[in-house]
C-alpha cells in the first residue's frame, strides 16, 4: 500500500484535534487509555508545566540577547537595569516547575 503526504495530513488531521499544541497532542494520545484517566490527568498536567518552562526559558533567552546587545553597544547602564528587573521579576514570580505544597 502506497502512502503519500496527502494520506498522512489526513489522518493526522482527523486525529489530533487543532485546538492544541503539538507537544501536547503527540504526548497525550500516546499516554491516554480509557482505563488510565487520573493518569491522563497527571500528564496532561506535566505537559502543561513542560510548556510554561520552555515559554519561560525562551523568555529568558530573549533577555540575554537584548542585555548582550546593550552591552555590545556601550550601554552599561542599560544591561545593568535589565537584569536587576529580571531578578526582581524572578525573586517575586511563583514557582513553575514545583507546585505548592498542599495539606489533606
Known sequence: MDVDGADVAAFTATVIPADQGPVRNAFCQAMTSEN??????ENE????ELEQAEAYEQTLRQLIVEVRDA?????ME?????LNTALNDIDS???VVVPPHRTK
Open 93 to 95: 514570580a511563583t514557582d
Open 78 to 82: 542599560q544591561a545593568l537595569s535589565m
Open 45 to 48: 498536567r506535566l505537559v502543561a
Open 71 to 75: 552591552l555590545a553597544a556601550g550601554r
Open 36 to 41: 488510565d484517566l487520573p493518569a491522563a490527568a
